[in-house]
Structure formats: C-alpha cells, structure tokens
C-alpha cells in the first residue's frame, strides 16, 4: 500500500460529524465531528467509512476540530515516526480539551491496534482506543465516554469488510476515488506491523464493489483505485461455491463498467502477481497502465530474512513480464527498505543495482524501523546504525530522482491522455491531472475542466511533473 505519509498538512483529510442532540434549553443541535487521517490510501478509505457510520448516527463534520464534540485521529503504526506524528498532534488538542473536557477524544486505526489500553495510559488525553475492525461500534464506544468511562475496542474480526456501507467520500476531487476491495494481511514479512495490526487477509464481496464503482461511475467519477494489502490474492466464493472470482476476473468487471472509467488498483505483492492480470491490463484501455511493485530490497539473502518469499531472481521475472505483456511504458514503482537488519554493504548495492535494471518511474523508499512484535524484532538485531541506514537512503533516492527524470524525459514530444483532476498547485490557469502512468501532467487550462479527458503533447518535464499543452 502506497505510504501518505507525506502529504501535506493541507492536503490531510479533516471533517465532521455531528449527531442530534437536546442541549440545556431543549433545542436540537447537531454534534460535530472532526477526522484527521495517517498512514495508507486504507486508512484514509476506513475514515470515509467512519463518517458514514457516524452520519447514520445523525453526526454532522466540521473542518475546525475547535468546534468540534467528537476528535479522531486515524493513526498509522507503520514506522515510529508515523506514531511520533500522532502523539505530537494529540499535544495539540490539550488546551482544547482542558477548556471543553466533554469533547470526546478517539483513536482509531493500527496505532490504535498495535497499543491498545497503553494508549490510555500513555496518552491521557485519549479517551476511545478503536481497532480497524470496530468502526461499527463507534456509537456504542462514545455512549460509554458520555456515562464517564474510557472505552476500547481491539477486536479483529476474520469476515468484517464493511461491504454494506457507502463511504462518505472525504477528500474527492468528485472525478478519483479509492475503493476498498479486501481488509487484512497474512503475509507475514518480518518487518512489517500490518498482519498484527490488521488482522487476516478477507475479501469484500465482489457484487458490493461492482455496485460501489457502479455508483461512482453514475456519479460522474472518472477513476476508481482497488485497494488491499496485497489485491493479487483477492479471492471471493459465493456461499454455494458457484461463483469464484480472482483479482484479474474482478479488475475485468469493474473495467466493464464503462470505458469511461478508469481503474487503477494498489498494492500488487511481487509473489502473487499474475500474467492473468496483466493480459488483463493490457485487454481492457481504461484499466491504467501502472503497477506499484514494492520490492523491499534488491538482493536475496535480505528478501529472506524479510519473509517477503521472493527472490532478486523473481522480482525480476515479474518485472520482464510486464515489460514484455505491457510494454516499455508500463509505469512501475516500488517500495524500498534502507539498512534492513544485517543488511551489507554490498546487500545494499544490489538495490541499486535492482534499481538500475528496472528504471523505476516512481518509488517510496524508507529508512528500516524496528516495529514491536514482529518476527524482525524479535528474532534480529536492528544493528545497521541510523547513520548508515540514513546514507543509504539518501543513495536510493538520489538515484531514484535520476530515474523519474529520464523516464519522464521518455515522455517528451508524444501525446497523452491525461484525466483532469483540477487546478495545477502554482495557477488556476493551468489544470492538472494524471496520465496513464500515474503521472502528474501539467498544462494550460483553455476551456477544460476537472473530470475531462485531454489529450496532451508532453513539452517538458522536471522528476516530478509533466508539461505539455492541449491537443485540441
Ligand atoms: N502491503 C504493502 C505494504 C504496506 S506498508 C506491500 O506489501 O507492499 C508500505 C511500505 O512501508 C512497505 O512496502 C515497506 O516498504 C514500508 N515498511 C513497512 N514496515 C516498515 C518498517 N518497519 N520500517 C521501514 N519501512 C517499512
Ligand atoms: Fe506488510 Fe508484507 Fe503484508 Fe505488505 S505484504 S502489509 S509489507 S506483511
Ligand atoms: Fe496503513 Fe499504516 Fe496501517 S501504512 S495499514 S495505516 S500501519
């Protein structure tokens, strides 16, 4: 799962809800909630699912968390910055909380999981611990806070998908949207705190998708993202075993919606990836030509110890097969891990040689941070020191600057089809939008506006965006 931990503040989801209430005088009001999101596109989809319960509870949102009843934090555990990031931001509601101590204050999400009844104690300030799996119990949790009480719920479920709820659509641009089609890991990558802090490996009932894209696509969105953990291994039986669908069949059917839609999904695991889905990629126009491929580390004997159940020698047979399925211009990123434990000089080497090869367009790439619990921690020394682990960091995305440059460079002087999805950050004469890559084109808006699609000639390029102008 693409990491959103970088986006800005101000491109951070934050909305309300309120819920009838009788105030002092016996008038109605509305209590307001507020929602702040970290970590994954999943975590940003559940506080969509969030305020959809909450809205069924009669919950209104408020972009200011100061008029707020209700404050949530969606937290991610991934690595200790992201948690660092959550408790500094609780600092910031202190004073609030000291002036109006009824408002409620919750935690939800995989920090939430991970610590558990520590956050209480930790974080006086907390007064609702909610795990990924007991957004339905939300209503329940703030009743118990309103009769003076902590309330906590961890439990996770093996079928909970929250199939029935239409999210309320957050942050949309009203033209992309992420779709939730699974919940859950049972990969077990020694690294990663993901398969503690949510749970086993479900998938959502495709007919609950399909209706969902439905939906959007007669709500004139114009991009649908598929997301799960790993979405090769989705896999959904219908009770009586009749009908079997695998993620290639339902990428086919949601791409049959319309070929106005477009559909892009996240994230694949290199182990389960499948010619099936890209001949399917490649059938079907409207299903985007982009495959975030994280690799972890480019040599052997660390994608071992990192569980991740593949080898350099693998990895690069996916990669050859979607060049030779899809093409040169397939655009392909990756996740990479800096100064995993033990990691060697020249281990570390061949990640950039792995990246060499492959040419990436894009990459999320992190310095190795030890989570509690997990089989890393527990069974390896977290002995590379944070220097090293920094530098070599810093060599992964130096060269990763390189590459996003000369694969953008490719682009120069052809014409692309790029979906607008609204003003460019520096102009509101210009629009912006993403190719069929995922990449981030740039160009003059004349009279185009967000949800077209616009063919562009690609005029210039930086690491980072696509300049061109309209074809018209
Ligand atoms: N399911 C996705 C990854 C989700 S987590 C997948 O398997 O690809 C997103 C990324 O965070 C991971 O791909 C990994 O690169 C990084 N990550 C996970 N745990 C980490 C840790 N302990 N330290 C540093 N980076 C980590
Ligand atoms: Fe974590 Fe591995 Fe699962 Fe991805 S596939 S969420 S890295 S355990
Ligand atoms: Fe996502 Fe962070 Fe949880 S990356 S799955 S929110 S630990």
Redesign the pocket.
């Known amino acids: 799962?693409?990491?959103l931990e970088i986006l800005k503040d101000e491109d951070k989801e934050a909305l309300e809800v309120a819920r009838i209430s009788v105030d002092e005088t016996g008038k109605e009001s509305k209590k307001k909630l507020y929602i702040e999101s970290y970590g994954?596109q999943m975590n940003f989809s559940d506080s969509e699912i969030v305020t959809s319960i909450l809205q069924e509870q009669g919950y209104a949102t408020t972009s200011q968390y100061e008029e707020a009843d209700v404050i949530l934090l969606n937290t991610c555990a991934?690595?200790e910055n992201a948690e660092q990031k959550v408790r500094n931001r609780l600092k910031n509601f202190t004073p609030l909380k000291k002036k109006k101590p009824q408002v409620v204050v919750g935690v939800l999400g995989c920090m939430a999981e991970r610590l558990k009844t520590k956050f209480l104690e930790e974080e006086k300030i907390v007064d609702v611990v909610a795990g990924p799996d007991s957004y339905r119990d939300l209503p329940n949790l703030f009743s118990e806070v309103d009769e003076g009480q902590k309330a906590i719920n961890v439990f996770l479920s093996r079928d909970e998908t929250y199939a029935d709820i239409t999210p309320v659509r957050l942050n949309s641009n009203g033209v992309t949207a992420f779709v939730s089609i699974m919940r859950g890991?049972d990969?077990m990558?020694s690294?990663?705190?993901?398969p503690f802090t949510r749970g086993r490996e479900r998938s959502r009932d495709v007919h609950s998708i399909l209706k969902e894209c439905q939906e959007l696509h007669d709500n004139n969105f114009k991009e649908v993202t598929l997301l799960g953990?790993?979405v090769d291994s989705y896999k959904w039986s219908s009770e009586d075993g009749a009908e079997t669908v695998n993620f290639a069949q339902l990428l086919e059917r949601v791409a049959l919606i319309s070929p106005e839609l477009r559909v892009r999904f996240s994230?694949s695991?290199p182990k389960d990836i499948t010619d099936e889905v890209l001949h399917t990629m490649k059938k079907y126009e409207n299903i985007c030509n982009y495959i975030h491929l994280?690799a972890?580390s480019g040599n052997s004997r660390v994608l071992k110890i990192m569980n991740r159940t593949y080898d350099r020698e693998w990895y690069l047979n996916r990669i050859d097969a979607i060049r030779a399925i899809l093409g040169e211009e397939c655009g392909i990123s990756h996740?990479?891990?800096a100064g995993f434990c033990t990691e060697t000089e020249d281990e570390h080497k061949d990640t950039l040689s792995l990246m060499e090869y492959v040419k990436y367009d894009y990459g999320?790439m992190?310095?190795?941070?030890?989570?509690p619990g997990?089989p890393?921690a527990k069974k390896l020394e977290d002995d590379i020191p944070e220097d090293v682990k920094k530098r070599r960091l810093n060599e992964i995305i130096a060269l990763q600057q390189q590459h996003s440059l000369a694969r953008n460079q490719m682009s120069i002087g052809k014409v692309q089809k790029v979906l607008v999805e609204g003003f460019s950050k520096r102009s509101d004469d210009f629009l912006q939008g993403r190719n069929d890559q995922n990449k981030v084109v740039v160009f003059p808006k004349l009279n185009f506006q967000k949800g077209d699609y616009v063919n562009v000639l690609i005029k210039e390029c930086t690491a980072a965006t696509l300049i061109g102008e309209a074809v018209v």
């Open positions: 799962m693409r990491s994954c991934i690595r890991c990969n990558c690294f990663c705190v993901v953990q790993n994230t695991h994280p972890q996740d990479l891990i999320y992190f310095a190795y941070s030890e989570r997990t890393a």
